[in-house]
């Protein structure tokens, strides 16, 4: 969900165009360059995930603005020809000094379960929640690259920061246009009013699109907790014990930091399908597919609410990606909107059921 605020970031060599919440909290600096990052002037755009005490006055005002006017509630192509991203390789980074290898216990189940289910999210059901908005209406194909750990430098949530971390670990002429690159952090929310954002920017003016995610560590944060059915609750001693079971098992657990990024990792990932930025050869960058009139996107228009699963005797509000249910929230879908056939109070919200 976005607001239009502009600032400039500047940083040793580069200076960042950054588009923001007005309620953002301050983040921390940038801090070093990669030495790849070689013109002085690029830009983001950001669009953030809130909380869930944040999004509820959002979601009263969506109500309201429901019983005035249906078209308001329809997300719609901003540009022509949309700009959608059909075909996704995701490569996730683990960055902050906690994912060091030794510290087990922070690390938890949670590297395992996001390798998991970004491995196993193209084939679900899940993955047809934004066909509507993707060419030939097929569901979105989406596949994991890989990983990669920086457990030597400290995180920020600054889009700026994120952004040369990226590009410093991917390497700057090596960003695939299809990339998606969600990185996820060992800070800790704190005051701010978002779990979560993508992003885009260029390593250089000119270069490849780098479409990229943010998370925070949302170990024991109830404001970004889903409440998974199959997570221990927020802050009880055993919430972020390693539960998420080994290949081959029958088991259905995991930590509740895990559960926690795994929810908000699909809300990012299907706003960066439907509405990604567009860098065009000359002029401003713009998010380029689809949002309301407020400016909400697929997975703003659903947030924090969970519908029935996507497998038929499975736990309500659950989905199976893989062999393993997970607390996920719905995407918003025109088409269910119009027929009255999704969840939730404005009727638009699916899982893939």
Known sequence: MRKIISLIVTVPCLAFAVQSEAFESATTSAGGMAEDLRVPESKILTDYLWTKGAYGAAKSRMAVVKKSTVASNFVTAHSSPVVVMPTINTTAIFWGTSWAATNTTFISDKIAGLKYFYSNLGVSTYASTVSEYLPGSFPLAHSLVGYKTDAATKSSASPTA???EVCKLIGANNIDPNGY??????LPRGSANYCAYHSAGQCYAGGTTVQFGFFFNLNNDSGCDPKSPYAPA???TGAQAPLFPPSGSTLVTQSQGLAALINVTAHELAETATDPVYFPRTGSAYWAGYFDLAGNEVGDKCAWTFGPSNV???????VMVGAY???LQGEWSN???SSQ???DSLKGCITGS
Do not use: F, H, N, R
């Not at 038929?312 to 659950?318: D, E, F, I, K, L």
């Open 335 to 337: 088409q269910a909107y």
């Open 341 to 343: 056939t999704g969840y």
């Open 234 to 236: 927020s802050g009880s």
């Open 181 to 186: 690159y969600p990185v996820y952090s060992d």
């Open 325 to 327: 249910d997970w607390k």
């Open 312 to 318: 038929p005797g499975s736990t309500a509000g659950t």
């Open 162 to 164: 994120v952004l040369t």
